[in-house]
């Protein structure tokens, strides 16, 4: 079976002020990196609009309805310093939301062997009802409640190898023993959440810290050691990732130093996991990565992988 890929240019229309660090650009470089002829058997569709009630699976309906209502018709509207409000910011968030859902009832349903979703804003410190950190929907929230109410999932994993912590998705599984989090991300660092010690209320979150300087192998061994025995203890029907490539060298908002071979490395051992547990359903979802380069190299490693193992 193929590897789906999702986009769409909608992506593209949140704006975000001069400078900002989540840009349009990043859709693009990612866009012309799986323009390879490596790549040529990806699956590729466009991401479709959630609907509000696919939102809010993992969000209260109310909050969803309240973005809308606070969408500007032009210029920028703040959430806070880092998290804005553009003409097309509420589009592009409900086919992020969509371009997960899809993801998940297309790999659940078999029909693909795995996705990778390339669409932004990102999601993973979007809390229960609460913007921020460049996010407005949960992706990976929504993608794990779709497994769960549409397609009968009892458990469910979600791996977050963002150099940043994932607050919101900790946020919104912090009491369901049916979702283990596990999230791998530099300390100290924005935002301030994820130490070892927040487990949640049924031990099913799994947060390893890691310090500024650390590379690929200290990287690899947190994985071995703490993460992927967990997710294969676990036994989920599906692996959802929040691939962040902000861990990257190259990256200017962190000081981590994977390469793009350390997150290749991390997406086959999940599949390795993945076709040992739950028929190697993977949904991919990108969140962070802010150096252009270091982005594209790094998610073109990882969707070369989703495709060739």
Known sequence: MSTLY???PASLDHRTPLGHPERPDRIRV???ALEHERFAALLREQAPAAAPETVALAHPLAYV???AEASPRDGLVAIDSDTVLSPGTYEAALRGAGAAALAVDE???GRVANAFCAMRPPGHHAERAQAMGFCFFNNAAIAARQ???RHGAERVAIVDWDVHHGNGTQDIFWADPTVLYCSSHEMPLYPGTGRPSERGEHGTIVNVALAAGDGGDIFREAFETAIL???DAFAPDLIVI???FDAHWRDPLANLNLTEADFAWATRQLMVIANRRCAGRIVSLLEGGYDLEGLAKSA????DALIHG
């Open 6 to 8: 999702l986009c769409h």
């Open 30 to 32: 990612v866009e012309r």
């Open 147 to 149: 497994a769960q109410a």
């Open 107 to 109: 790999v659940m349903g």
């Open 300 to 303: 073109a490693a990882h969707v």
């Open 65 to 67: 309805e309240a973005l």
């Open 229 to 231: 025995p967990r997710i």
């Open 242 to 244: 929040s691939a962040g």
